[in-house]
């Protein structure tokens, strides 16, 4: 199964909800057997210099934005991009899909007013 995999440059703290972020190419990638959704290991093909500063990344096919922890040479322009979930972001965007998307919390505190 082949899928779009948007690589970004993320500028934001890992702790932001609302990620600055630079978009670097549009690859095609499949997932490697054995691999999940939550940490994919996804095998795209391409020249190394049009993403080497890529740190991020969205899969529209799975509807997440992933943390990239490594790029990985397989064989001549063929990586390996492991990658983790964006928690942060992917339960914000479901939040406020359910809820209005008006809202932002910034901070929480724990006052029981």
Do not use: Q, W
């Not at 948007?6 to 500028?11: A, E, F, R, V």
């Amino acid at each position: 199964m082949s899928f779009s995999v948007s690589l970004l440059n993320n500028k934001s703290e890992m702790n932001r909800v609302i990620k600055t972020t630079e978009s670097l190419v549009e690859l095609t990638g499949t997932l490697k057997d054995g691999t999940s959704v939550i940490n994919p290991v996804i095998l795209v093909s391409g020249d190394l210099t049009s993403f080497v500063n890529a740190n991020y990344m969205y899969i529209s096919t799975f509807g997440r934005y992933y943390f990239i922890n490594d790029i990985v040479s397989v064989r001549v322009n063929l990586f390996e991009i492991h990658a983790h979930v964006d928690y942060l972001c992917f339960l914000s965007c479901r939040f406020c899909k359910i809820k209005s998307p008006h809202c932002l919390v910034l901070k929480c505190t724990t006052n029981a007013d």
